[in-house]
């Protein structure tokens, strides 16, 4: 089965730019097969600004995050393993993002497995639907 992991990724940045905030990425720089600048690292980690305006050529695959920055003037280009982000995140102060556990590859989401999963007060009596509602119209004449 395909980790969920870059979907959730694709998913959670398309929401932070749809909603005007600063996409940041943080990753695991000393992950196997991470390319990014050494300069940048922080305590084995880095944080980059992914927005549209930061980077170029933005691509979430199911193995690896590449696109291309400046630093400082230098057009360098990037590839993270899906495996090493640590977080997506908005920039701003509201902390909104997703954060993944490095030693899992997914993110389990509980599901129901029968109907029996169901709690039984959300599921529709049969009084519920004998009887259609029945409400009055909502439209007004305008002239």
């Given amino acids: 089965m395909l980790s969920n992991k870059p979907y959730l990724m694709r998913a959670f940045y398309e929401w932070i730019v749809d909603n ?13 097969h991470c390319q990014v ?3 940048f ?18 691509k979430i695959s199911q193995e690896l995050v ?14 993270i393993p899906v495996q090493a982000v640590i977080a997506l995140y908005a920039d701003e102060d ?12 997914s993110i389990d989401f509980p599901i129901a497995m ?3 999963d169901i709690l039984p007060s959300l599921l529709p009596t049969s009084d519920d639907m004998a009887q259609p509602v029945r409400q009055r119209p909502h439209l007004k004449v305008i002239e």
């Fill in 20 to 32: 005007g905030w600063t996409p940041v990425l943080m990753a695991n720089a000393e992950s196997h």
């Fill in 37 to 39: 600048p050494q300069e």
């Fill in 41 to 58: 690292i922080e305590q084995g980690e880095i944080v980059l600004n992914v927005s549209p305006v930061a980077v170029r050529d933005l």
């Fill in 66 to 79: 590449q696109f291309k920055a400046s630093f400082s003037g230098v057009i360098y280009f990037l590839s």
């Fill in 94 to 105: 509201n902390g909104q993002g997703i954060f993944f556990d490095l030693d899992q590859d």
């Fill in 114 to 116: 029968r109907g029996d």
